[in-house]
């Protein structure tokens, strides 16, 4: 089975352009998260979907942050305007059914801004 | 509210040395604690799982055992490789075991760096 899939693997852009992070979960998993990963911060929750309708977007750092996920198998985080602080990876995950379930994560969005 | 502590890294050991990377967790009631690996360049993997106390948590040499009565998660290996050299998380579910899926809370990582 195929994995979490995310695009782009890498971006670098400048600094007051949109950025958008894609990300298609694995079949059939009802639970989708996207996290970021910093040095300083280490791994944080931004925002999570369950059957596609946000449970907990108090990690989205601001205005600038959004997130959608019009269906099962694809979400994107949008960022607008981006800035040099948003350089980052973006990790989606997906999961299925309980708490306790495994996580899965795909291999990241690394994203620079100039 | 609930977070994980590890051990800051990094830790480099020769091959076959042991490992243990300490974990130690606050929560309310009874999460499920997780140790992820990320290989650089990687995202995340899951490495084991334990979703009750005293229960252990094993994969590819590596082991955890849940710790209700001390709060942690110690991971060991027994003899290292060269391939094991990535960072370690340490994390826990913010629900209990069954209930409707959670966030991740994840410890700052510990990466390990093994030598020939």
């Known amino acids: 089975d195929a994995g979490v899939i995310q695009s782009p693997r890498h971006e670098v852009t400048e600094m007051g352009q949109e950025v958008t992070l894609r990300c298609k979960p694995i079949?059939?998993?009802?639970?989708l998260f996207w996290y970021r990963q910093t040095m300083m911060r280490g791994l944080e929750l931004l925002i999570y979907f369950n059957n596609n309708v946000p449970i907990d977007d108090s990690g989205m750092p601001e205005d600038r942050f959004s997130a959608k996920m019009p269906n099962a198998s694809f979400s994107t985080l949008k960022i607008q305007p981006s800035e040099p602080r948003d350089s980052a990876v973006y990790f989606c995950a997906s999961s299925f059914g309980r708490s306790g379930n495994t996580i899965y994560f795909g291999e990241g969005s690394w994203l620079t801004v100039v | 509210g609930n977070s994980v502590t590890q051990m800051e890294g990094p830790v480099t050991l020769s091959e076959e040395a042991f490992l243990t990377i300490n974990c130690t967790y606050t929560a309310t009631g009874y999460p499920s604690l997780f140790w992820y690996v990320q290989y650089p360049g990687e995202g995340l993997q899951l490495l084991l799982k334990a979703t009750k106390a005293d229960d252990k948590g094993s994969n590819k040499g590596f082991e955890a055992t849940y710790r209700k009565e001390t709060t942690s998660f110690h991971l060991e290996k027994g003899s290292v490789q060269v391939s094991d050299s990535a960072v370690y998380f340490c994390a826990l579910s913010d629900r209990e075991y069954g209930g409707s899926q959670g966030n991740l809370i994840f410890g700052k990582g510990t990466k390990l760096s093994v030598k020939p």
């Open positions: 079949s059939g998993h009802d639970y």
